[in-house]
């Protein structure tokens, strides 16, 4: 299982961290995903890290501002979102693999 921290109510512009940590698995032999979604809209892809972290790709809204990240050593995986904005706010998934989804994470851009 996954589960993911550090959601809350951030200014635009401000920074958030979400964590991820898993459990129950062999972390490293995982990909690893941030999604998100928002109110009316569907899941979206956000951030994509493989299993060396060799591999990273963003979708194109936060290509810049966001950066994955994993620590193997103790199975986490790091999604830092810099210079947000209100059209950042959404539920945020992580994903273990292709199908162990997290319980999520609520982030709010709003002055």
């Known amino acids: 299982q996954v589960m993911e921290s550090g959601g809350g109510l951030v200014a635009p512009g401000g920074s958030l961290t979400l964590s991820c940590v898993g459990s129950g698995f062999t972390f490293k032999d995982y990909v690893m995903s941030w999604h998100r979604q928002a109110s009316g809209k569907e899941r979206e892809l956000v951030a994509i890290?493989?299993?060396?972290?060799?591999?990273?790709r963003y979708e194109e809204s936060v290509e810049g501002r966001f950066t994955i990240s994993r620590d193997d050593a103790n199975h986490v995986t790091y999604l830092q979102m810099n210079n947000l904005k209100p059209e950042d706010t959404a539920v945020y998934y992580c994903?273990?693999?292709?199908?162990?989804w997290g319980q999520g994470t609520q982030v709010t851009v709003s002055a």
């Open positions: 994903k273990a693999g292709r199908d162990a």
């Open positions: 890290v493989g299993v060396t972290g060799a591999y990273i």
